[in-house]
């Protein structure tokens, strides 16, 4: 996103003062001709490669003990280390780090004891094994978390695909996700496997979609959730049983929903098993209605619908403490993946289904009970922030309704948090909360919430610091927020993140970078990165702008809609309105060396605003990644038509969307692209097929634009792998570099 005024540069201009850049291909392999600013003061793409990731921290049933699962990159070994960290809640017991060579997953399955699942064997052999790893903690100066003894293997599971666990200690019982194939039969996933590997041809055939989706052409099979006997006996030793039950065999459910569900689309009480799914009724690829369901934890029951039917998509159901309640996120509207998500409480008992946050004018996005059922916790994003808030569970109505008449203390959420980017909410005991916070300058840490249940401000410890050796002395600029009016007069919010040695009042010294973000209804937050980081950019000198224009979330379900059907229209007047106030009031900037980049939306964004001079932006550069080229062609090759369908108006072929698609499709504007451009894309993105990035690439070649195109042969529509990190980072500080340098 983004846009201001006047600019008009002639092709032949362009193509006479900067040559043609080679056909020959440049990979890492050749001779560099740029290197990264590096030094202790600088955080580098190679630093930010190498930092410890940190996933959400998981408590014990005690709350005194959270794991931590971590990776870490090393450029020298060109290994990812991956690794347990245990750490205390309540006490200054010194930390834990257990290694875990092959990877793997990890689940309590006791206040002592983790769950281990990873892969063993090897080809046919391959399967998940599970141990028991023993947790002991030892008292003294300091108190110290140890292993008493090597790991136990538990039991195997028929595959080497189970994954997302989640155990029930009171029932016994583990409930997971693998794939299987139209018999449903976990056992016999080996044996399918077998004969479809040996079909004697290797033809995928689709009578309908989604015949791929997100980075991976759907094969023969599909995710399910089975339940399994997994409990201690007398002796101390675990036992997993033998008798996998398919939970959704029969049903035409898949859970979790493809591409990115996990444990967030189902829980487990002692007797029953929540969960969302795709209507199985609907096409999944224009539709993104989900349903929630309950079911017999051991299968002994036919799944029950709990919602009403006329919703839109559902997300992270989840049970209270005593099993009688549960919560979930709700849509309205079928089709539209960013409407508003409000929490909707089904009492078990009654069979009444009510929503609790019909009035409030933010989306949820997590959700957890408190441990004594009487309040509910969530995380929203709020004003570029993702906050934890709080609401009582109020009493449940005499029938379903989504806008029961509650008193204010129920329909007002209590701000808990304010800073950051929380996630991983887990409720403990005695007015405790633990979860997982990032921000702009910080990857993900654990910490806890005491005293929930007073009346003041909560307390808040940190319980983790993954990060403080390798951002030591790095001086990361925890951003400074800007308002100002955009289109039809709406507030619009924005960060300006200022590089090391910014001083106030200098003139025109720094290079400025505008970042676009993509969704487009997403925004920039409070948040760290792994991919897209803004303190990376600025740590190379740039004071980057990220402005959350029209079609951006946290800031109200009317600016998040307004996008529909003007993805060239408002958000670029917003961007435009922000340029001037950044112009305006920071003249330590040079607008003669301004550069942009944008993803996906942003990418869009890119590719627009290289057909509209008139804009003014005045860039001597543009980076677009995995960006939308041609929108009509988009509603026909995107995976999730759903998504085309909504944004545009339609199906490509029907007359509104075709009236949005004139207006606001980049093809059509080609004829105006001057901006020296480096284009970069995943041949596995199916979200914005790779032919969107050639087809860029191909227009500004012929045009005779200074252009570059990067192509990642093995990722999708992100840039995951390490090493190809690095080379994206190399590439486009390269680029951009090159085009903003100082005149001499």
Not at 41 to 62: E, H, K, M, Y
Not at 135 to 153: F, H
Not at 169 to 190: I, N, R, W, Y
Not at 458 to 479: C, M, V, Y
Request: hydrophobic fraction near 35%; glycine fraction near 8%.
């Amino acid at each position: 996103m983004r846009v201001p005024p006047g600019f008009p540069v002639s092709v032949l201009g362009l193509a006479a003062q900067v040559p043609l850049q080679s056909s020959v291909n440049t990979t890492s392999m050749a001779a560099p001709d740029f290197a990264f600013a590096e030094g202790p003061n600088i955080f580098s793409p190679t630093d930010l490669v190498q930092l410890p990731r940190a996933g959400a921290g998981v408590a014990n049933a005690a709350g005194d003990l959270v794991f931590v699962p971590v990776s870490e990159y090393s450029l020298k070994t060109k290994k990812n280390s991956k690794s347990i960290h245990v750490a205390a809640v309540e006490t200054t017991i010194l930390p834990l780090d257990i290694p875990l060579a092959s990877g793997g997953e990890a689940f309590w399955l006791d206040d002592r004891t983790l769950g281990h699942a990873v892969a063993e064997g090897a080809d046919k052999e391959k399967v998940i094994a599970l141990y028991a790893i023993s947790l002991k903690v030892e008292t003294g100066s300091p108190a110290i978390t140890t292993l008493p003894d090597s790991p136990v293997l538990i039991g195997k599971f028929p595959t080497d695909t189970a994954t997302n666990f989640r155990y029930s200690s009171k029932a016994g019982v583990l409930v997971f996700s693998d794939l299987v194939h139209a018999d449903g039969d976990l056992k016999k996933v080996k044996e399918n496997d077998e004969a479809w590997k040996n079909r004697g041809d290797t033809a995928y055939v689709y009578d309908d979609t989604f015949e791929r989706h997100w980075d991976t052409w759907v094969g023969p099979k599909r995710s399910s959730l089975f339940s399994v006997k997994l409990s201690k006996g007398s002796a101390g030793k675990w036992a997993l049983g033998d008798d996998f039950v398919n939970l959704l065999k029969g049903t035409g459910h898949h859970a979790p929903v493809e591409p990115f569900g996990g444990t967030d689309d189902f829980d487990v009480s002692e007797t029953q098993v929540i969960y969302t799914a795709k209507d199985p009724q609907l096409p999944k690829a224009w539709h993104t209605k989900q349903n929630i369901y309950i079911v017999d934890i051991n299968g002994k029951s036919s799944p029950k619908e709990l919602t009403s039917g006329k919703q839109g998509a559902t997300h992270n159901p989840v049970f209270n403490t005593a099993g009688d309640k549960v919560a979930w996120i709700e849509l309205d509207q079928d089709g539209h993946e960013s409407d508003r998500g409000k929490l909707v409480l089904y009492d078990l008992k009654k069979e009444v289904r009510f929503t609790i946050t019909q009035h409030w004018d933010r989306t949820v996005s997590s959700i957890a009970f408190a441990h004594d059922d009487k309040s509910v916790f969530f995380t929203a994003g709020d004003l570029a922030r993702v906050k934890i808030f709080s609401l009582p569970v109020p009493d449940t109505p005499s029938s379903s309704t989504t806008d029961p008449k509650l008193p204010d203390v129920f329909r007002n959420p209590r701000e808990i948090t304010s800073s950051g980017a929380a996630s991983g909410i887990q409720p403990l005991s005695n007015g405790r909360l633990v979860f997982t916070r990032s921000s702009l300058t910080s990857p993900n840490d654990v910490f806890v919430l005491r005293e929930l249940n007073e009346s003041g401000k909560p307390k808040i410890d940190q319980l983790t610091r993954f990060s403080a050796d390798g951002l030591k002395g790095k001086n990361l600029d925890a951003g400074e927020d800007i308002w100002f009016e955009g289109a039809e007069g709406k507030k619009i919010h924005g960060w300006v993140i200022k590089p090391p040695g910014f001083k106030k009042g200098e003139s025109k010294k720094w290079p400025i970078l505008l970042a676009i973000h993509g969704g487009p209804e997403g925004a920039w937050d409070d948040q760290w990165s792994n991919r897209w980081n803004l303190n990376t950019f600025a740590q190379q000198g740039y004071v980057v702008v990220a402005i959350n224009p029209t079609g951006s979330t946290s800031f109200g379900q009317e600016l998040t809609n307004a996008i529909k059907e003007d993805w060239g229209g408002k958000p670029f007047v917003d961007l435009q309105k922000g340029w001037k106030y950044v112009l305006d009031n920071f003249p330590e900037v040079d607008p003669d060396r301004a550069v942009a980049a944008g993803a996906s939306y942003g990418g869009y964004a890119i590719n627009w605003i290289q057909g509209h001079p008139e804009f003014g932006f005045n860039f001597k550069a543009l980076v677009c990644h995995d960006g939308a080229f041609g929108a009509q062609y988009h509603g026909y090759s995107t995976d999730e038509l759903f998504f085309f369908n909504y944004e545009w108006g339609g199906r490509p072929w029907e007359p509104r969307a075709r009236e949005v698609i004139k207006k606001y499709d980049p093809i059509n504007f080609v004829d105006k692209w001057s901006t020296p451009m480096l284009v970069i894309h995943g041949s596995k993105d199916y979200r914005l097929p790779e032919t969107d990035g050639i087809g860029a690439f191909h227009a500004l070649q012929q045009l005779g634009v200074p252009s570059r195109l990067v192509i990642f042969p093995d990722e999708n529509h992100w840039v995951l792998n390490h090493q190809n990190s690095l080379k994206w980072h190399y590439e486009v500080f390269r680029w951009l570099g090159k085009y903003s340098k100082k005149s001499d």
